[in-house]
């Protein structure tokens, strides 16, 4: 099944480089309309300008596509609601949005300043949740929307001095998954990905080798299947190289440890238990865990 986008608009942030930009050609390619975000800040966040969402929209006007530029920071609300007015204005629309903007400002956490901390999940987490709250009426209205967020490796299992980029990025998942439930009834559809790439933020963690083979363009493929028409929804892919994966939360089945004054060392003489991955289940929602908690105390009872 070709995925044909004709007629969808599409809003990308952070897309001036990198994964952005080659997410933001690819949509225009399959026949999107869009609305390339970028701050044209440093690495860090610092600075901006609206350069590199121009030299995008330029490469896909001059294929023969679509597209506007916008400058916006994404961290200020009122900049993305003119964002999202601009997109509306152009094309009538929005029935994507690709969560991509961000910054890195890694310091391990002994060293890490508060305050870029907060940065840190002002851009990633807040820009999220502004973007996806100014387009949110209008998807409900339509009964329509695909709504992509960027999350990382960092934030599903760790990585050493990343504690406010992991810290955002599993927040992302969290949302994400809560907004699938809420937008289901409206076909609004919202997924995650764990990108792998060579861009600007990874350039000094990897090997030239490494870097030679994660074109960012090997990651946008997993973008489109997850904000086209047929997408699923509540999913987390990984991708990189041309590779897709699947992340979970799963929960194991776990012991009964009881409440009495012994229940603390029943859990740790249990953990080797607690811990075995052998039928472990992947909840649908948040009250799975309590349900499946709850019928145990009620089976053993």
């Not at 390619?29 to 970028?38: S, T």
């Not at 509540?234 to 991708?239: I, N, R």
């Not at 897709?244 to 194991?252: P, Q, V, Y």
């Not at 740790?268 to 289940?281: F, P, V, W, Y």
Request: proline share 2%; glycine share 12%; net charge negative.
């Amino acid at each position: 099944m070709s995925i044909d986008l004709s007629g969808r608009v599409a809003i990308v942030t952070g897309a001036g480089g990198g994964l952005g930009r080659a997410h933001a050609l690819l949509l225009a390619r399959r026949g999107a309309k869009v609305l390339v975000n970028d701050l044209g800040g440093a690495r860090d966040g610092s600075g901006g300008s609206t350069t590199m969402a121009e030299q995008v929209v330029d490469e896909i006007r001059a294929a023969g596509g679509e597209a506007i530029a916008n400058g916006a920071s994404v961290t200020d609300y009122a900049q993305v609601e003119a964002m999202v007015e601009q997109a509306v204005a152009a094309w009538g629309r929005v029935d994507i949005l690709v969560n991509n903007a961000g910054i890195l400002r890694d310091r391990t956490f002994a060293k890490q300043d508060l305050a870029d901390f907060r940065t840190v999940i002002d851009v990633h987490l807040m820009g999220a949740a502004n973007c996806t709250k100014a387009v949110w009426g209008i998807m409900t209205a339509q009964n329509f929307g695909r709504i992509m967020m960027t999350t990382s490796s960092s934030g599903l299992y760790g990585n050493f001095g990343q504690s406010q980029y992991g810290a955002a990025k599993l927040g992302l998942v969290g949302m994400m998954k809560t907004l699938a439930q809420e937008g289901r009834k409206y076909d609004i559809r919202v997924n995650a990905l764990a990108p792998t790439a060579a861009t600007r933020m990874t350039a000094d963690i990897m090997s030239e080798e490494q870097l030679a083979a994660l074109d960012p363009a090997g990651v946008s493929p997993a973008m489109l299947a997850l904000v086209c028409d047929a997408a699923p929804t509540s999913v987390v892919l990984c991708a990189g190289a041309g590779h897709c994966e699947a992340a979970h939360i799963t929960l194991t089945r776990g012991i009964h440890a009881g409440t009495g004054d012994d229940a603390p060392e029943r859990v740790l003489a249990g953990l080797g238990q607690i811990l075995d991955r052998e039928g472990e289940m992947v909840p649908e929602t948040g009250l799975e865990q309590s349900r499946y908690e709850l019928s145990r105390v009620l089976a053993d009872a």
